[in-house]
C-alpha cells in the first residue's frame, strides 16, 4: 500500500477537495490510505472554542457557529444537492461537539483541547469521503481513534505500537481507498487524544509502519523539501534527496516541512518518504530515503520564531555544575518546555526553549528562588545545517546576535531586530 498525507492547506476549500480527487486521478489510489488534516486554520478555530470554552465567554456558541458557517460553505459549493447524507454526517459531528460542550465536567484542559479540537480531522475527513463517493471512487472512511492507541498524555500523546499493529493489520482493508485522519488517537478508555501539533505526517508514518507500506507520500503546496524557508530567503532551492539521518537532523533542528517523530518507524523499515506538491503531483519533489545525505549538497537553514532564551547565574558565584543543571532539567521537564540550545560557563547556563503551553512564568518563580534568572522573549533560533562563511552572514546580518554556537556541521545563532 501507498500512504499519502494531505495538510490543511490542500483542503482549505472546495477546490482543494476537488484538486486531490484531480491528484488521485493522475496518480493512483487503489491500495492507497489518505490521511487528513482540518480544513485550512480550523484547528485555529477551534482553540478559539476552546478559550470560550474555558472563559465561560458569551461568544463561545458564535464561535462554533463559524467553525460551522466555514464548513457549511464547503459543502454547498462541492454538492448540488442539500439532501446529500454528507449535510446529515457532518450536522452530527457539529452535535456531538455541542453536546460535549454543555456536559463535559473535567477541568483539565489539556483533556478537553483533545476532545474539541480532533473535530477539525473528523469533519474534514467526512467531507472528503463523501466527495471521492460522490465522484465515483469507492471509499472506506477509517475512524483513526480505533486503530492508534495511545497513552493518555493528552496534547503529545504516547502510541502504544503493539495496539496499534494490531488494530491497523486487522482492520485495514487493501484494493481500496482508506481515509482517515490524522493527528489524533485514543487512550484506553477511548477519550480522544493527540500525537502533537503537526502530528499529521507522524499518523501517516504510523500506518506505513503498521501496513509494511511502499511510501508514504506528504502533499504539500510546495515542490519538495527546500533547503530553506522561501518566506524569509530568497533563492530557497529544492532538494532532491536527503538521507533519513539527515532528514531527522533537520527535523530535530525544527525544519517544519517533516515533523521529527515521522522518519524513526519509516527508517527502521526502509520506507521511502516523498515530499510533493499538491499542484503538480507529477513532478518529482524530494525522496527522504537511504542514500546520500544532500543531494544538491547547499547549506540549510531554519528558522523558529518567539523563543525564549533564558540565563542563569548563581547567585553566590558558585559554580554551576552536574547537579544544577539537571535540577533544571528536570523542571523544563516537569513544566514542558522544550530546549533547543544549551550553552554553559563557570557560573551561567544560558538555553533557548520554546514555552508552547505557557508555562515559564510558573517555572521562573522556582528557578528565581535558587538563582539569578535573565530572559528574552521573542528572540529568534537560526540554524544552519552544513554552513560556510556567506550562509552565516546571511542571517546575522541587521541584527543583535544575543548567542551564537558552532560545531562541526551545525552552527546555531540567536538574534533579535535591531
Known amino acids: 500500500m501507498r500512504v499519502f498525507k494531505f495538510g490543511g492547506a490542500s483542503v482549505k476549500d472546495a477546490e482543494g477537495i476537488k484538486n486531490v480527487y484531480d491528484v488521485l486521478q493522475k496518480v493512483g489510489y487503489e491500495d492507497v490510505l489518505l490521511v487528513v488534516s482540518a480544513m485550512g486554520k480550523t484547528t485555529n478555530a477551534l482553540e478559539v472554542v476552546i478559550k470560550n470554552y474555558f472563559d465561560k465567554s458569551a461568544e463561545l456558541n458564535s464561535s462554533v457557529q463559524e467553525v460551522k458557517k466555514y ?13 446529500n447524507e454528507v449535510f446529515k454526517a457532518v450536522n452530527t459531528q457539529f452535535s456531538d461537539l455541542e453536546y460535549f460542550l454543555t456536559h463535559n465536567k473535567s477541568p483539565n484542559y489539556n483533556f478537553v483541547y483533545d476532545q474539541i479540537v480532533s473535530y477539525g480531522e473528523l469533519i474534514s475527513t467526512t467531507i472528503l469521503s463523501h466527495f471521492m463517493n460522490f465522484m465515483g471512487i469507492k471509499t472506506q472512511w477509517l475512524d483513526v ?19 496499534t499493529q494490531k488494530n491497523i493489520a486487522k482492520n485495514v482493508k487493501r484494493k481500496t481507498l482508506n481515509i482517515t485522519q490524522g493527528f489524533l488517537g485514543s487512550d484506553e478508555n477511548n477519550f480522544t487524544t493527540t500525537l502533537g501539533r503537526e502530528g499529521s505526517d507522524y499518523t501517516a508514518a504510523i500506518f506505513a509502519y503498521c501496513l509494511n507500506a511502499e511510501s508514504v507520500t ?9 533547503n530553506a524557508d522561501p518566506r524569509y530567503f530568497e533563492n530557497a532551492s529544492l532538494l532532491n534527496q536527503i538521507s533519513y539521518r539527515e532528514a531527522i537532523e533537520l527535523a530535530f533542528y525544527g525544519a517544519t516541512v517533516i515533523h521529527p517523530k515521522t522518519l524513526q518507524p519509516l527508517q527502521k523499515k526502509e520506507i521511502p518518504l516523498y515530499v510533493k506538491s499538491f499542484i503538480n503531483p ?11 545525505d544532500l543531494e544538491p549538497y547547499l547549506p540549510c537553514f531554519i528558522v523558529k520564531r518567539n523563543q525564549l532564551l533564558i540565563s542563569l547565574s548563581s547567585i553566590d558565584f558558585s559554580f554551576i555544575m552536574e547537579e544544577n543543571i539537571s535540577e533544571i532539567f528536570a523542571l523544563f521537564h516537569q513544566f514542558k518546555i522544550k530546549v533547543n540550545l544549551i550553552q554553559n560557563s563557570a557560573i551561567s547556563f544560558s538555553v533557548c526553549v520554546e514555552d508552547k503551553f505557557d508555562n515559564f512564568k510558573a517555572l521562573n518563580a522556582i528557578l528565581s528562588k535558587k538563582f539569578k534568572v535573565e530572559f528574552n522573549e521573542n528572540v529568534t533560533l537560526y540554524t544552519i545545517r552544513h554552513f ?31
Open 145 to 163: 481513534r480505533n486503530f492508534i492507541k495511545t497513552d493518555a498524555t493528552y496534547r503529545d500523546a504516547e502510541v502504544d505500537w503493539e495496539l
Open 388 to 418: 560556510n562563511e556567506t550562509a552565516a552572514e546571511t542571517v546575522e546580518k541587521n541584527k543583535v546576535v544575543l548567542l551564537k554556537q558552532v560545531s562541526r556541521e551545525t552552527i546555531q545563532v540567536i538574534t533579535k531586530e535591531v
Open 218 to 226: 506528504i502533499w504539500k503546496d510546495v515542490p519538495g523539501v527546500m
Open 282 to 292: 507529477l513532478l518529482k519533489g524530494t525522496s527522504v530515503s537511504k542514500g546520500v
Open 71 to 83: 464548513h457549511n460553505q464547503i459543502l454547498i459549493d462541492l454538492f448540488e444537492d442539500e439532501k
